[in-house]
Structures are given as structure tokens and as C-alpha cells.
């Protein structure tokens, strides 16, 4: 029995730091809690309001905010309510932050799992795709996939997912390359386990600390990289919007409307700072070698 037990104790120590780390860690708390709010108002703030993000009306056209009024972030040059648009925005954006993480992470964990545990010359066919793919402008590609294929928001998460997959495809593969010669891997091999097995049910599930960081990592530059291209015009169509867009809005305004930009910014560089710092945290909470400290 002890023996059998022993195996579990690191992990649960490892587990019962980290858990710890994070509670100390106040910079992390708060940025969980601010994050908590945006993503709370992002879904339920378009409720809130009597307005639509697609109603247009000239009448009110650049009205500034009045937080006990009807418009409490103010109007556009369109009339249109900029706190229904605001809270609209930021579903698309950090719906598409998610979606693409997901999409890339699936990707580059099968990717680099299986390149790392079968080794040889499928490693370095996988690794050498990898390379190419590298090699193409990252923007360029992106920008190529909707312009052939439409600027569908389903494409947009998917463009830019396929696309984002190759950092984690070479770090999964890395430390697959190191657990494969791990006793409990061997023990797989010698009881008869199958390669997709052993990959999926005993090498993937021990990634699972850095692939948490990762993403945590990759859905503010995901979200960096589809404001990007909603501020180039190539992202989501009116009426709908995201952040990005109301951000391009509010640069061709901003003399005389200037809160169509602020608004939108704010929550913009608020969200992308707390993910950041969020990963941060992670990252230092799941680091074995700080486990002593």
C-alpha cells in the first residue's frame, strides 16, 4: 500500500503549493476579481440596458456619457448606445480569445505529444512542418484564410487558432521528449498499451500544468491579435463588433467624441493586463522548483 501511495504524495503536495501560491498571491486575486467583473458585464450588461448594439439613431449621435441617464457610456456618431456595443464587443473578443486557445492548444498538444513520443523520422516530418509554417508571415496567413475564405466569425476563430498552435506544438514536444523515458511510461510499453494510449491517457495528462499557463498566456494575445485585425477592417462585420472594432471606431472620432475610444480601450487593456498577470501567476504557482520556498 505504500508503495502504490507514494507516487500521488508529490503531486499532492505540488497541488496543495500551488493552491497556496495563488492565494498569496494578492496581485493574482485581484486580477481575478477585476476579470471576473468584465467577463460578468460582458454577459449580462446587454440585458441591462433598453438599447441594442445594432439600433441606430442620429438624434442621439455623439451624446457624452451619463452614467444616470440613459446612455451610460455615451453614443456614437451613429447614435448607437456605446455601453450595449462595449459589454457586445467584449463577447466577441473574449469569445474568440477562448475558442482560438482551445483551437490551438488542441492542435499543438496532439502535435507535439505525438511527434515527441514516436521520435525518429515522424519527429522530425512533424517538427520540419512546424518550421514551415514558422516560416510564413503569421499576420499574412491569417489575413490570407479570410480573404479566401470570408470574414465568417466562425472563421476567425479558427484562422486564428490554426495558426497559433505551433509555440505550444514545440513545447509539448519538448517535454514529451523527456517523459517518454519516465518509468511509468516504460511500464505502458512493456504491459502492451497502445501508442495513442500511452499518449493520451499517460503523457498528456502529466502536461496538463504547463498547457494551463499556456493558454492562460495565449488568450490575451489571442484577443490582441483579432483587435488587431477588427482595427485593419478585417475582423467582424457590422453591426456586430468587438473591442478591436470600437477601437478603430473611436480613432476616427476621437476629437470630438472621445469616449467612444476610452471606453472600449479601457476594458480593452484592462482585460489583456489581468490575463497577463494571471498567467504570470500561474506560471509561479505550478513551478516545481519553487515548491520550497
Known amino acids: 500500500m505504500a508503495s502504490g501511495a507514494a507516487p500521488n504524495a508529490p503531486r499532492h503536495s505540488l497541488t496543495r503549493h500551488a493552491l497556496g501560491a495563488m492565494a498569496?498571491?494578492?496581485?493574482?486575486?485581484?486580477?481575478?476579481?477585476?476579470?471576473?467583473?468584465?467577463?460578468?458585464?460582458?454577459?449580462?450588461?446587454?440585458?441591462l440596458s433598453p438599447h441594442s448594439y445594432y439600433a441606430i439613431n442620429l438624434e442621439f449621435a455623439q451624446q457624452p456619457p451619463q452614467f444616470s441617464g440613459q446612455?451610460?457610456?455615451?453614443?456614437?456618431?451613429?447614435?448607437?448606445?456605446?455601453?450595449?456595443?462595449?459589454?457586445?464587443?467584449?463577447?466577441?473578443?473574449?469569445?474568440?480569445?477562448?475558442?482560438?486557445?482551445?483551437?490551438?492548444?488542441?492542435?499543438?498538444?496532439v502535435w507535439g505529444a505525438t511527434a515527441g513520443y514516436l521520435g525518429g523520422r515522424i519527429d522530425h516530418l512533424m517538427m520540419r512542418v512546424v518550421d514551415i509554417f514558422y516560416a510564413i508571415p503569421f499576420m499574412f496567413f491569417v489575413i490570407l484564410l479570410m480573404v479566401l475564405f470570408g470574414r465568417n466569425i466562425i472563421l476567425i476563430f479558427v484562422a486564428i487558432g490554426a495558426v497559433n498552435w505551433l509555440d505550444m506544438a514545440r513545447i509539448v514536444r519538448g517535454q514529451t521528449l523527456a517523459l517518454r523515458g519516465r518509468?511509468?511510461?516504460?511500464?505502458?510499453?512493456?504491459?502492451?498499451?497502445?501508442?495513442?494510449?500511452?499518449?493520451?491517457?499517460?503523457?498528456?495528462?502529466?502536461?496538463?500544468?504547463?498547457v494551463v499557463v499556456y493558454a492562460t498566456l495565449t488568450v490575451p494575445q489571442v484577443i490582441l491579435i483579432e483587435s488587431f485585425l477588427s482595427f485593419l477592417g478585417l475582423g467582424v462585420q457590422e453591426p456586430m463588433t468587438s473591442?478591436?472594432?470600437?477601437?478603430?471606431?473611436?480613432?476616427?472620432?476621437m476629437s470630438t467624441a472621445p469616449w467612444v475610444l476610452l471606453f472600449p480601450a479601457t476594458l480593452l487593456a484592462v482585460s489583456l493586463v489581468c490575463l497577463n498577470f494571471i498567467g504570470d501567476g500561474l506560471r509561479d504557482a505550478l513551478d516545481p522548483k519553487d515548491r520550497h520556498r
Open 24 to 47: 498569496r498571491d494578492k496581485l493574482f486575486a485581484a486580477c481575478c476579481v477585476v476579470l471576473g467583473v468584465i467577463v460578468l458585464g460582458v454577459i449580462v450588461g446587454p440585458w
Open 71 to 109: 446612455h451610460w457610456f455615451g453614443t456614437d456618431d451613429l447614435g448607437r448606445d456605446l455601453f450595449v456595443r462595449a459589454m457586445q464587443g467584449g463577447r466577441i473578443s473574449l469569445m474568440v480569445g477562448l475558442v482560438a486557445t482551445i483551437v490551438s492548444l488542441v492542435f499543438g498538444v
Open 183 to 210: 518509468e511509468f511510461v516504460q511500464a505502458a510499453e512493456v504491459i502492451g498499451a497502445s501508442r495513442p494510449r500511452i499518449i493520451f491517457r499517460h503523457i498528456v495528462p502529466n502536461l496538463l500544468g504547463i
Open 243 to 253: 473591442w478591436g472594432a470600437l477601437v478603430q471606431q473611436g480613432t476616427q472620432v
